[in-house]
């Protein structure tokens, strides 16, 4: 995804340390995330990723705390499963005093837990003696910040810095400052309290005496802080916690759940939707999922569009914020360096000192070659989901423009299909989900020269069409309406005499800048059933070609087939497995009444989470066959957690139970439900469409599935059709 993994520029993210190697964990809250290893520790490591990050700089780079001059002994680390906090227990090791041990190991049990709230980092340090006698205890706290931009962090090599400005040390803290090249000052202002025994340059110190079977406390609270913005008070440990936990509560209540019969299908689904709290943050048009931490903590057009998709029937609030922001970024002018034309949809848009400057072009950046298809796409769901006329009727320029620039900029070639070509120097090579430099290729491994027709994005032009014609019919734009689905038809035409590869019972991956068809077997294709493009016998022989042994790999769809020239399980996009591909596949599948491939991908996304840490879904998996009694293969800088990711079950199971919402219609349907083994019973508790709220329980039967209607208020109708 994105813009990453360009082995032959600059936005390649540098794995001379893998995640995989040794474990860490993230938090995130708003623009602010951190990423620390299991004992909470940050290390100053400038290539890596651990640290405390706000608005694209890191605040805090290291963060090491020990016990009497010793690394306290690891005993538990874990995340409480709404993502809110991080707990971490340790314990002394033994202590030798005068060449004799003095105290025993397990003595004394120090517990840190931690939290952000409103660009501050928020710790507890709590300390009880479990022995006979008084503790002499020392914890040594040392700090540093570096300002780094996060694309530094990623690998990125600047010839110029800012300045450090001179650390401020008070009775309970200190404060590092940075003046960037942008001319912000940014500031990261550490207190402790009570007040610890002595502040020096890069941290403190803590002494004090724990009676036997006593407990001290201690709180640290980081905050970021940036000179152009309105200073924030910053709460005690107690209330920031509170007031996070009522935000985090009020969020949950406004969606629907899931529960099943299976508890570790729950654990999976209980995570993934956590991690999507998680990266949901407020924009002045609504809730936007975070694309993933930590590479990606920012609004992605693409993701986000495709995160509200899969989420649409469980809280279609998250659609409705993606497309206001989206739309208040649409392009409206002309702008190479940004890959910019009117009425194209964002890909991606950054903050901190790089973005500021130029030095990367992603503070808004628009090359995404299908996010403005997308953005219709979701627009006509997000309608269809919730009857909410008013919202249309203000988007409805917004759509306008989207169309306009399929039809004048997105061919310029005259091709006849929406092709991609970037016109910023320093931009992407490849515009499709799939944007690393060697993703689309011939049959032989040339790589293909643009511009580029994708073939799942003409698929998405073609669903974008049809929904923009019920859109316009809903408006009273009925010759719109009409020409829009003639335009959808004669797409369809062009489309399967050009994209269709016989020799390979699938669609070519993309037609290259000469018309020349690449005839790669790729999951690419899956996509072309979910936008509904694929006529119904080719799209069922491409269904079974994405399910053959070249293809799944046992956890999912890979990205290409092990048969083809690029194939390489350990890639980026080459061979890889990624959640959320798998998950439109499915839904795809189910669209042509396959829903034998959509339970398939459901039971190995399934399957993989059982052995991933914390069931949490990562943005991608390597494509290695799946191996009896093993887990699959971590990739060594896939983000984890990712909003799409998170998302791919939700959008799994809705494809397996057949689930349609028509809230004009006040309708919900279960259009042929299917449940893999696993899954005895399903309930759906809560769905909403507009104030008639519903709990619905499937059973599963040899044959098919009972649907049983356990509350309804308000007017609507559930029908199960077989």
Request: glycine share 8%.
């Amino acid at each position: 995804m994105n813009d990453v993994i360009r082995l032959k520029d600059q936005y390649y993210i540098l794995a001379s340390s893998s995640l995989a190697a040794g474990r860490t964990e993230v938090l995130k809250q708003g623009e602010t995330f951190a990423v620390f290893d299991r004992y909470g520790d940050i290390h100053q490591v400038l290539s890596g990723p651990q640290g405390l990050y706000h608005e694209g700089t890191r605040f805090l780079s290291r963060f090491e705390l020990l016990m009497q001059a010793q690394r306290p002994m690891l005993l538990s680390a874990t995340v409480k499963e709404d993502n809110a906090l991080y707990t971490v227990d340790l314990t002394n090791p033994d202590l030798v005093l005068d060449g004799q041990k003095a105290i025993t190991r397990g003595t004394v049990h120090l517990c840190r837990t931690r939290f952000l709230w409103q660009g501050t980092y928020h710790e507890r340090l709590r300390v009880h003696n479990y022995g006979v006698t008084k503790f002499p205890l020392l914890l040594t706290v040392t700090l540093d910040a570096d300002f780094a931009d996060l694309f530094e962090a990623r690998g990125r090599q600047r010839e110029r810095r800012g300045r450090r400005l001179k650390t401020v040390r008070s009775r309970n803290g200190l404060i590092f400052g940075y003046v960037g090249l942008d001319e912000t000052i940014r500031r990261t202002s550490v207190r402790c309290s009570p007040t610890p025994k002595q502040v020096t340059s890069d941290g403190f110190i803590i002494e004090s005496r724990v009676p036997p079977h006593a407990d001290l406390t201690w709180e640290i609270a980081i905050s970021c802080e940036v000179a152009q913005q309105r200073s924030r008070m910053v709460l005690s440990y107690d209330r920031a916690n509170r007031e996070a936990d009522r935000m985090l509560q009020d969020a949950i209540s406004h969606n629907a759940h899931v529960y099943t019969a299976n508890e570790q299908f729950n654990h999976w689904l209980n995570r993934s939707l956590a991690d999507l709290h998680m990266l949901i943050s407020e924009t002045p048009q609504g809730l936007y999922p975070y694309a993933g931490v930590p590479w990606f903590s920012v609004p992605f057009g693409r993701d986000g569009i495709i995160t509200a998709l899969q989420m649409l029937w469980m809280n279609p609030a998250l659609a409705r914020g993606v497309l206001g922001f989206l739309a208040s970024t649409q392009a409206t002018e002309v702008r190479p360096e940004q890959d910019a034309e009117p009425g194209k949809i964002l890909h991606e848009t950054r903050q901190g000192e790089m973005a500021a400057l130029g030095e990367i072009p992603f503070g808004k950046y628009y090359g995404s070659v299908d996010a403005t298809p997308l953005f219709i796409v979701l627009a006509g769901a997000y309608y269809e989901r919730t009857g909410d006329r008013k919202f249309l009727t203000g988007l409805w320029p917004h759509i306008q423009l989207a169309l306009q620039w399929i039809d004048q900029y997105g061919d310029p070639s005259g091709m006849g299909f929406t092709t991609y070509a970037r016109r910023s120097a320093d931009g992407l090579v490849h515009q499709g989900w799939k944007d690393s430099h060697d993703a689309v290729f011939h049959a032989d491994g040339t790589a293909a020269e643009g511009p580029i027709a994708l073939c799942e994005v003409q698929a998405y032009v073609y669903r974008a069409k049809r929904a923009a014609s019920d859109l316009a019919r809903v408006l009273g734009e009925i010759d719109q309406a009409d020409r829009l689905l003639k335009e959808a038809d004669s797409l369809q035409d062009r489309f399967e005499r050009a994209f269709w590869c016989e020799q390979l019972g699938s669609y070519a991956l993309a037609l290259d800048g000469r018309g020349r068809p690449c005839c790669v077997r790729s999951s690419n294709a899956g996509h072309c059933l979910y936008g509904g493009i694929a006529g119904q016998e080719r799209g069922a022989r491409t269904a079974r070609a994405l399910l053959s042994e070249e293809l799944f790999s046992g956890w999912g769809v890979r990205t290409i087939a092990t048969s083809e020239a690029r194939y390489n399980p350990m890639s980026y996009h080459n061979g890889s497995v990624w959640p959320h591909d798998n998950a439109m596949i499915a839904a795809g599948m189910a669209s042509y009444g396959y829903k034998e491939g959509a339970v398939k991908i459901l039971t190995g996304l399934f399957d993989a989470s059982l052995f991933l840490d914390l069931h949490r879904m990562p943005e991608l998996f390597c494509g290695f066959s799946r191996r009896p009694g093993e887990s699959p293969t971590r990739y060594p800088t896939a983000c984890a957690p990712q909003a799409w990711a998170a998302g791919a079950g939700f959008q799994a199971l809705q494809a397996c139970l057949g689930l349609h919402i028509d809230a004009n219609r006040r309708l919900v349907r279960f259009i042929r439900p299917v449940l893999p083994p696993f899954l005895e019973r399903v309930e759906v508790r809560n769905l909403s469409i507009g104030a008639a709220r519903l709990d619905l329980v499937l059973d599963r039967h040899e044959e098919d599935v009972a649907l049983r209607v356990a509350r309804r208020t308000g007017e609507v109708e559930v029908l199960l059709t077989m």
